[in-house]
């Protein structure tokens, strides 16, 4: 009998130590030794690679340049972010402070995700006229800060110059010749593909996904159009997209697939050709300047995407730190996690290493920035960008736009086709 | 009254044992089976639940073709790769059971690929398949073929090489299942049948063959609803496309779910695959047991 007590008891202890392993688990960030007398703010970023670097270095450089707060930088997985900010948000038990990219803000702002910082901002002496007016734009909801914005990036233009002065289309000082036409900008890629031996590629870029879609947008853009839905309402917007630019832009991105065949249709890693240099241009965001810029023996130029069709325009999104809402929010903590907004945007020349464009003005002036190799060739860009539409159906857009631009690249499936199943999507989603 | 008693100490004693899994269990697989059926019924986002649709989610399934598009590509996933695995599976393990010097070999080699992860798979298969300068195209151009195959864009191309990876990395396991049962097949069997003058195909035909048919149909049924929940490797070679062609049940809910953020929906999708599996594992079972009697 007291065998079997014995043996009962130590078993109910078994699964006591078994369980109670997971019940400390509620934490949101790993805990890290608090220099004393600092008030710990947690921030969760979806940064990788270059981008991880060159946050964690302003971190710590905040850390380090005052003894009030201490910012306890946590990396999470991109490809959940966003998922797991929102619901943990939702459940009260997210981070101080979080990235999030302008395009999501919408949906935070509508679920009440995130802090009006306008008063607290006032307080720790942000001034909002040093921002670049287009890129604080993204942020302002009917006259309310809801995030400061760190950058923008943008979709912008890579050449090398090797390829390109081979085949003689650099300037003598050292510009890239390419006449600002929808014909001269494949007049372009064609000269390369004739002049460059066959196994070089004129137009190294994705056949499918964010990549060809982004192209589309600035040309969309470009053409004069703006948006796909109307910028009214968050919750309830209008389908009103400009079909005919819309068309048109897309028959000339394909048109570099499939007529004039300057793109190879299926590369597997287009950022892999160019870096190697088998390639002589390439298209993607300005974030591929941190890489190109510590490959050996690459010599390139960013410029912007060429001006087509007459206004200037390309696709940008921007990285934004936001407070999150929570019903007891310390004051002391959201004022830390603003002081820190300040200072990364302060010094927004050491985020430009990344190779993003800051987000204020007086940044962009400073000789810091200006002393930084291959950035004020297209900072200029922040002036025009046009981000995407600001409604909560972002993030579903995209995945409806660039599934049915994949089948119009592919070749498999016309324009006309592709835009009607766009329209029936889009307003199914919307409705 | 004491034997009574005694068993009635015995079950006791076994609820230490249970209670750990019990727990586990009705946290992590009842609650959220339950949570997932009360999410169905409501209109629900990422962040909370808003309002109670009744069987509004149900009904807008039955309307949406991208449901049935890829419903029928897991469907076709299924079909084409539950045949040819247990026929491949079969094969390898009579391979690997034959009395050879190469058994150890082969036993290893068949099997080493189902130890490696479906991210290490998807890689070494985009590595293999990839256009240009990947492994297979460049062995046909070496070979003097000019074509430029495109292996996951291309939509036909695209299933063949999501059924071979796929054949390739599970079709392992299923053959070690195969070989213990074929291990378990008493000699004496095949040694009365060579006195009676049976050829190699007679003994595989009359013995063989028979004693595996219950091993088979536990395959089958555990490949049905593997199969049918199809996911990882397609997400990771041809991200479901070219647009769309690919795209399987699984990787539809979870679109709707966290990119369209509308949970409610994603998870009545979940609860139709649910039902199909369920409809699927009832007549397989009954089947077995009917002549099993």
């Given amino acids: 009998m007291k065998k ?41 970023n979806l940064f990788g690679g270059g981008d991880a670097e060159y946050m964690e270095e302003t971190v710590d450089a905040f850390n380090e340049s005052q003894d009030e707060y201490y910012v306890n930088n946590v990396m999470q997985e991109f490809e959940e972010y966003y998922t797991k900010l929102l619901t943990s948000i939702g459940a009260g038990k997210g981070p101080d402070l979080a990235i999030s990219h302008s395009h999501v803000l919408p949906e935070l702002v509508s679920q009440g995700l995130v802090v009006d910082m306008t008063d607290i901002a006032a307080d720790v002496g942000v001034s909002w006229e040093e921002f670049n007016q287009n890129i604080l734009d993204a942020t302002v909801y ?29 300037n003598d000082d050292g510009s890239i010749d390419i006449e600002e036409s929808p014909e001269g900008y494949i007049e372009f890629f064609k000269t390369l593909d004739e002049k460059l031996p066959e196994e070089k590629i004129p137009f190294s870029f994705s056949s499918t996904g964010s990549d060809p879609y982004w192209l589309w947008w600035a040309m969309y853009s470009q053409l004069g159009g703006d948006h796909i839905l109307t910028e009214d309402n968050l919750e309830n917007p209008t389908y009103d997209i400009d079909l005919e630019k819309a068309k048109k832009a897309a028959e000339y991105v394909q048109s570099l697939y499939q007529e004039h065949e300057i793109i190879p249709l299926n590369i597997a890693d287009f950022y892999s050709e160019f870096q190697s240099g088998n390639a002589a241009t390439t298209t993607t965001g300005v974030w591929a300047t941190g890489i190109w810029e510590t490959t050996e023996d690459l010599e390139f130029t960013p410029l912007p995407i060429p001006n087509v069709f007459g206004e200037q325009a390309t696709w940008a999104s921007s990285h934004t730190l936001i407070l999150p809402y929570y019903e007891d929010a310390d004051t002391e903590v959201q004022k830390g996690a603003v002081e820190f907004m300040k200072f990364a945007t302060d010094n927004g020349a050491m985020w430009a290493e990344a190779g993003h464009i800051p987000s204020k003005d007086s940044v962009i002036e400073s000789e810091e920035f200006q002393e930084l190799p291959y950035r004020s060739d297209y900072a200029e860009v922040a002036d025009y960008v046009n981000f995407v539409d600001r409604n909560i159906y972002a993030r579903g857009i995209e995945e409806i736009i660039t599934r049915n631009l994949d089948s119009i690249w592919s070749g498999e499936v016309g324009v006309e086709e592709a835009f009607s199943s766009i329209e029936t999507e889009i307003k199914d989603l919307i409705e | 009254m004491n034997s009574k008693r005694k068993a009635w100490m015995q079950d006791l004693r076994a609820i230490p044992f249970l209670l750990p899994f019990f727990i586990a269990y009705m946290i992590f697989t009842i609650f959220p089976i339950l949570k997932g059926l009360e999410m169905s019924l409501y209109d629900w986002n990422l962040v909370r639940k808003l309002e109670f649709v009744r069987l509004e989610n149900y009904k807008d399934m039955i309307g949406d073709q991208f449901f049935w598009d890829s419903l029928w590509n897991t469907t076709l996933f299924v079909i084409l790769t539950t045949p040819t695995m247990v026929a491949l599976a079969l094969g390898l393990a009579l391979l690997a059971n034959l ?193 099993g009697n």
């Fill in chain 1, 4 to 44: 079997t007590f014995l043996f009962l008891l130590l078993s109910l202890l078994l699964v006591l130590t078994a369980c109670s392993g997971s019940g400390g688990s509620e934490e949101v960030a790993p805990e890290v030794e608090l220099p004393e007398g600092t008030t710990e703010v947690v921030m969760w």
């Fill in chain 1, 142 to 170: 009917e006259n309310q800060h809801f995030a400061i914005p760190i950058d923008t990036h943008a979709q912008i233009m890579y050449v090398n110059n090797e390829l390109v002065e081979e085949a003689g289309l650099m």
């Fill in chain 2, 99 to 291: 009395n050879t010097k190469f058994q150890t070999f082969l036993r290893g080699s068949f099997f080493l690929p189902s130890i490696l992860s479906v991210a290490v798979i998807s890689f070494l298969a985009i590595f293999m398949l990839q256009p240009y300068n990947g492994l297979i195209n460049s062995v046909l151009h070496l070979i003097g073929i000019e074509a430029e195959p495109f292996w996951m864009a291309d939509k036909v191309l695209a299933w063949v090489s999501i059924v071979v990876v796929t054949l390739w990395w599970t079709v392992g396991f299923n053959m070690i299942l195969f070989l213990a049962s074929l291990q378990d097949i008493p000699e004496s069997l095949y040694e009365a049948s060579e006195i009676d003058g049976a050829t190699r195909w007679e003994q595989f035909r009359y013995i063989t063959f028979p004693q595996l048919i219950p091993i088979g149909r536990v395959i089958l049924l555990l490949q049905i609803l593997a199969s049918y929940k199809v996911f990882a490797q397609i997400l990771l070679i041809t991200g479901g496309g070219p647009s769309g062609s690919t795209r399987p049940l699984i990787q539809y809910i979870y679109e709707v779910g966290f990119t369209k953020n509308n949970l409610g929906y994603a998870a009545a999708m979940s609860y139709a695959l649910f039902f199909i599996l369920l409809v699927l594992s009832i007549v397989q079972l009954k089947s077995q047991r009917s002549e």
